[in-house]
């Protein structure tokens, strides 16, 4: 006579991958990560790095990846004021993780066709 399984523990990364997701998975954040992996970058110089993204939406993801660590803000008191952006070590960390994503994404994943 079998015996009745005790039912699968969810999988343990399902918490973090959904919470990294949460936040990657936005238009613009792994380009702006992609972008500062160059270096400490202005909003205007970050900006031309992510064409296509309006200024409202680059503050917002600015605050956004700032807020989970992934990036820094560093303001230089001037004259003038100068502020620049960084990424952090977890955003470091996370450079080749985004390159490897992108080539599985490239080999597994068909583009879809624009509406």
Not at 39 to 66: H, K, Q
């Amino acid at each position: 006579m079998d015996r009745p399984q005790p039912p699968l523990a969810p999988h343990v990364c399902d918490a973090a991958v959904t919470l990294a997701f949460s936040i990657l998975g936005k238009r613009w954040n792994g380009m702006i990560v992609d972008a500062l992996g160059s270096g400490e970058l202005s909003f205007a110089a970050l900006r031309r790095a992510v064409v296509g993204i309006s200024d409202a939406v680059l503050s917002e993801r600015l605050t956004e990846l700032a807020g989970a660590h992934l990036l820094s803000r560093i303001v230089e008191s001037g004259p003038p004021v100068s502020v620049r952006y960084a990424l952090t070590r977890s955003g470091e960390e996370l450079l080749p993780v985004l390159q490897q994503l992108g080539e599985w994404a490239s080999t597994n994943l068909a583009p879809t066709p624009k509406a």
